[in-house]
């Protein structure tokens, strides 16, 4: 192993009161003072996260770890904060560096550890470490993440972070983080880790750059380091280079989507990252590489897709936002209309889920949440993003920046430290592989977020989506982009509503027709040009979007999309002949909102339809409303095809004549008897129709009580679960102390047994 003498060079002194290990400290007593010439300033620091069994593998960690890589080190693991640490002393006799629990303001030098001291948390500020009293919640406390989050946004691409063995998913987020800013990130195998529920979490969240043994990160982690691309692709020029083309040719055959609007070097650096975890020097050769491996192709095409999202992300634009819509909500509650918003680049769905959350909040009023129909898009180019937005069931660790009463308004907790969210939520979310460039926008908007999409596209197409959004918008909607991106030559078309946090309203006389760059995707069969004016339809109008309006109010049957378990979707045509809110609680489910008379065959067809493939239709069903009689075909059809209306139920209400009367039978015994037994049926059928009415009801009350009793086993059970987060974090930070307390034990042992085996030698010299 080869060593340094850092002290030499670097402002580091060890506390006099330590031998070898101690309190690492800065000269420098204030973060703001500058660094000297010689000090590297820009250097990669590397964060170890560590929990339960995590002592042995930074052992193996820093054994392999040469003392002169120019790194600096920070260890973060979960200890009793009642204890006095014995980390720093293990780790130095283990590493020529020089380790020490780290102090409040200390600089972080290149080849030094820096040890986070017993109930405390730390982040980093111009690579100045700073300590914080931790919060009361012990429980939900998760420091890596805390610390590996504040790294990234310090360091950007000179972030390292390293999950090594552990329980729980604390790192996953701060791994996330690292990535997205370009850092690299790296995982303990999980068959080498005595608990691997960390470096699991990080594995199957497609965090890892690279995973390999605790004895083997430390290779690889200086083979990335000395990669001659690493960490300085952003320094490049956003010069075209011919093979970045190829790549994007192979990407468009792959996946469809044309990446060429994307910035140069956004594309450059996503590339290189590729490279370097592959150990690829040279851009033809992983040209050749995409060739061979289109799994390859598919990995380059999510990296591209930089999802950076979050509940809640900056907070208070949510909250300006909130108080902006809360009075058009109410308002268009009042009136009984719908509110439609668009969350362009969703990714996971958090931030489509945030909107949600905020909306049902500014509907509440002191005597209730008003119902509302609400109908939220949510798009992404990643449909496995889009996939998991649509089962919105994210990590304990992504709700920790929620509220209490916001995790228990609108999340259900599950098993294995997971939250859902609540069905009435989901229902109102439509999500969707969807792309901003080639494909047409949702269209009668309210509102339309889009933040942090524009920043990686080039001005030319920055400059095309405004207009798109403009034109997407009712007269008075929203548009939010991020804090980063603005209206650029388009400022005439909305105006503004907050400035510095980038929320917009559509200027009523505002219209740019001109402006307008309509995508669409071109398919080989397409209408023929049309020139010359139709007489009453100005030629800026689009004629197909037009025409398919027309289809769809006049010939085309009225729709309900719903899920398995009857949730409405969506809703296409006019379906109040159908369907009714029912009273009482909002409940946008399919079987309370159907009419009297519908319901059996509803039920029917929709268990046929779950059963067997197939449309399940019942012909020639009448209902009453209003005195009048309206006559329909009912069908009901699961959707087998690949794409994200898998699995959806669609049913249709198709109108029909009324059918034509029967003549009336002749007078006399056999017509007689015949009309009596007609009627004896009609008199059957309207028992069984209220025995039925009754058994729904009752069936109803059932639900009720049932639901309530849920509600008070999911109160208890938050309760345990709190509970046992307090048990699993006390068994963490006992087993922690107990592998230092073990390893301590041996070293005295060794030392015992060594004095043991030179007795009897020393009194075979002594006797005569």
Partial sequence: MSSSNPSASNPVRLSPT??????????????KEDFPDDFPVDFPIV????????????????????????????VIQHLDPDRKALMPELLQRLTSMKVGQAKDQTRISPNCV???????????LHGVLHLFEPTDDRGHRLPIDSFFISLARDRKDKAIGVILSGMGSDGTLGLRAIREHGGLTLAQAPDTAKFDSMPRSVIDANLADRVHSAAELPAALQTLVKHPGLLQASAKPGTTCPNIEKALVLLRDRSGHDFSAYKTNTIRRRIERRMLIHRIDTLDVYIRYLRENPAEVDLLFKELLIGVTSFFRDPEVWDRLKETLTPILQARA?????????????STGEEAYTLAMIIREALDTPDGPRPMHLQIFASDLNKDAIGTARRGRFPAAAVQTLSPERRERFFQEEKAGFFRVRTEIRGDMLFSVHSLITDPPFTRLDLVTCRNVLIYLIPEMQGKLVPLFHYSLHPGGLLLLGNAESLGLHAHLLADVDGPLRLYRKLMSAYAPDLLDFPTRRHPHTLPDLSGDIPGIPMSQNLQTLAENLILQHYAPATVLVDELGNILHISGRTGHYLEP???????????????????????????????????????????????????????ERLTGPGPLKDMLIVLFRPVAAPKPRKTPRRGTKGAAAAQHLKELESELADAREALRNDQVEMQRYREDLRASMEELQSTNEELQSSNEELTT????????????????????????GRTGDEPETARKDTP
């Fill in 47 to 74: 964060a170890l996260g560590a929990s339960a069994g995590g002592l042995e593998a930074l052992e193996q960690f820093f054994q392999a770890m040469p003392g002169d890589t120019g790194m600096g080190f920070v």
């Fill in 730 to 753: 006390s068994k963490e930070e006992m087993q922690s102390l107990n592998e230092e307390l073990q390893t301590v034990n041996a070293e005295l042992q060794e030392k015992l047994d």
């Fill in 582 to 636: 029912a009273a009482g609680k909002a409940n946008w489910n399919l079987f309370p909102m159907a009419r009297e008379g519908l319901r059996i065959d509803l039920h029917r067809c929709f268990t046929q339809a779950m059963a067997a493939p197939g449309l399940a239709s019942a012909p020639g069903i009448c209902l009453e409303e209003a005195g009048l009689q309206h006559f329909l075909d009912l069908g009901v």
């Fill in 114 to 124: 820096y040890v986070l001291p017993p109930n405390k948390e730390m982040s980093v």
């Fill in 334 to 346: 009042r009136e009984g209309g719908t509110f439609r918003a668009w969350v362009a680049g969703c």
């Fill in 18 to 31: 330590s031998q070898g290990a101690g309190q690492l400290t800065s000269k420098a007593t204030s973060p």
